[in-house]
């Protein structure tokens, strides 16, 4: 498998982890897949903890790596990082909508 379909899919299981706390805390938001925007978008009573400090970054996976011929060249390095970022996301979200 590509470490390119692999950062795809942990930014996608960060995306909806993400938007699973919109949710169930009454936000509504455009269809995107921009997690700085959707970070942004949390209310000022949830912060973003300290290992999510990188989630942006994974946006960059979401759409191009869809198709093949154009993704963004990923490394094991990079996989790591991503997995790291969305088992960490996926964390915090069930956390959060659990106490609603």
Not at 4 to 22: D, R, S, T, W
Not at 39 to 46: G, K, M, T
């Amino acid at each position: 498998m590509l470490y390119e379909h692999l950062c795809f899919h942990a930014q996608q299981a960060a995306e909806k982890a993400l938007k699973a706390v919109l949710l169930a805390h009454g936000v509504t938001f455009p269809r995107t897949h921009d997690l700085a925007f959707l970070v942004d978008q949390l209310p000022s009573a949830i912060s973003i903890p300290p290992e999510l400090i990188d989630l942006p970054t994974l946006s960059k996976y979401a759409v191009q790596n869809r198709y093949p011929g154009d993704t963004i060249p990923a490394t094991a390095k990079h996989r790591v990082h991503a997995m790291r970022l969305a088992e960490h996301t996926v964390g915090w979200a069930k956390r959060l909508v659990a106490k609603t």
